[in-house]
């Protein structure tokens, strides 16, 4: 599947169990290109879970995530190739510069020009003074700005993100923000975990809200966010 593209993900009654213990029970969502979604819900409700079986890297006890038309078993590889994932660890090397791991991982996804891609990646994270840095000495905020650059290196469709915002100052949330706004423009398909609903709210086009492992509702457009969580999750309340 060379050049393998997808302009919808779909989850399809995906469960989840861990011996006797369910994670998720027959979740099911929808999400098109060019959409910011959130997996909302409390600690233990399934997100992280969800977010590993839709990176490929665990299987569903039942149920299947397709990237357009294909499974990841039918598209194989070239469905990795279109996915990027930031979660609690970055995946950055702290003795190495800014540059030289964005060089790497350019290399590592076989880009075009990894020189050339990790530049204009280092200006839009606003890192471009220190691209000669080393990590070690970056705040978490710039760090958080470099690994999300280094997920979006090979211009994924898919972007996942695990609670993006935890430990980032105002300043570094803002241009979180503000860079996923860009990746809505670009129509990828953004679908992230969080916590911070302040943050997100006018931000997210579509909120599934996990309890239990199961969909409490699924919320296209996305309005009084708060509130709807604190009904359908905290209260345990039912769509």
Partial sequence: MNGFDFERLVVDDVSRHF???RALGRVSFTCEAGTVAGLLGPNGAGKSTLLSIIATLAAPTSGQVRYGTASAREAGPAIRARLGSLGHDLYL???LTARENLEFFGRLYQVADPRARAREALERAGLAERADD???GFSRGMRQ???LERALIHEP???LLDEPFTGLDDGSAHALVG???LLRDARTIVLLTTHDLDIVDGL?????FLRDGRVADVQRPVAGLRERYRQLVAGGGRA
């Avoid at 997210?204 to 599934?208: H, S, Y």
């Fill in 134 to 136: 080393a990590v070690s």
């Fill in 19 to 21: 011996g006797r213990r």
């Fill in 179 to 181: 860079r996923l706004r």
């Fill in 157 to 159: 469709r898919l972007l």
């Fill in 145 to 147: 700005r470099l690994a």
């Fill in 93 to 95: 090397y702290p003795e």
């Fill in 204 to 208: 997210l086009d579509q909120a599934v």
